[in-house]
């Protein structure tokens, strides 16, 4: 089992460049091009601003070829990204596709983009089947992921887009290609209010599940910290993943654990992240689920 961690965190910190070399270091097999950072979402207008990150720039392919690069100089490679969030500017779908490109070139398989947590399955299905044929010209797979909305009066989580097990499976139905899959977040699907776990969302997946997104929480809170430092058992979670054969890789989205850090630090947190997705690779090679 290969492990993965996404960047952005680190990028904040010493740029994508330094991020990608520093992860191999690290230990992993593979960098997940993170692109949080590449727009600002006007809410009241509802559009996505691009920044002067380089992947609006006009040399935006040598720069995502210089990332690929990077990593196989240092012996890994991009497995996936995450597309600027949120999905649901009027002008999203342009910025989606710059997104879908950047991943092809970086050498990823797969690009995460949110779907409109309150929007319907077929609004969502809409979104995502404009994006599809432009995805599959660049062999890159879209994966839609489970959200969660908030209760404040219960301060729990409440249901929103692939929450659970029936919606997920209901977005997935709707769009029905072999392009479109199911990136499951662990942390998401642990969170009080939601009525799942990732167990059950694993197993209701099945061979549609083919990337990850793995943090610890408190049960509660979308924590986003390192595995075995929370609440999360991820035994069942593992078992269910050998049970049905997943074959992707088991990539960190544990932002939390480097924000903050000062660019002295970033390595020894980088090298705790790999420890901690190791183990949890190792329990999967280990399980006779």
């Not at 990608?20 to 992993?28: D, H, R, T």
């Not at 727009?39 to 720039?57: A, S, V, W, Y």
Request: glycine residues 6%; hydrophobic residues 40%; proline residues 3%.
């Amino acid at each position: 089992m290969k492990t993965s961690t996404e960047i952005g965190s680190s990028s904040l910190i010493v740029g994508n460049e330094k991020a990608v070399e520093l992860v191999a270091k690290a230990g992993f097999d593979a960098w997940d091009f993170s692109m949080f950072d590449v727009t600002h979402c006007d809410r009241e207008k509802m559009i996505l601003i691009p920044n002067d990150h380089p992947m609006f720039g006009k040399d935006y392919v040598a720069y995502c070829r210089k990332l690929k690069q990077i990593g196989l100089d240092n012996g890994i490679v991009c497995n996936q990204s995450h597309a600027p969030y949120p999905s649901c500017g009027k002008n999203s779908i342009d910025i989606l596709k710059r997104a879908i490109e950047c991943t092809a070139e970086a050498g990823g398989k797969i690009c995460i983009i949110h779907p409109n947590n309150s929007q319907t399955v077929e609004e969502n299905a809409e979104m995502y089947e404009l994006l599809l044929p432009f995805a599959k010209q660049h062999g890159v797979k879209i994966a839609t992921e489970n959200m969660w909305n908030w209760d404040g009066e219960k301060k729990q989580a409440t249901s929103a887009a692939c929450s659970d097990e029936k919606s997920f499976n209901a977005h997935l139905d709707a769009v029905n290609d072999p392009f479109f899959v199911a990136c499951l977040d662990i942390g998401h699907a642990e969170m009080r209010g939601l009525n799942t776990s990732a167990e059950k969302m694993i197993l209701a997946l099945g061979d549609r599940l083919q990337a990850l997104h793995i943090h610890d929480n408190d049960k509660y809170h979308d924590s986003h910290q390192i595995p075995f430092s929370m609440d999360i058992d991820f035994t069942k979670a593992v078992n269910a993943l050998k049970k049905i054969g997943y074959k992707g890789y088991f990539t960190l989205e544990c932002d939390a654990h480097i924000n903050g850090r000062s660019a002295d630090t970033l390595f020894d947190g980088l090298c705790d992240m790999q420890r901690a997705v190791r183990r949890l690779a190792d329990m999967f090679e280990a399980s006779q689920a």
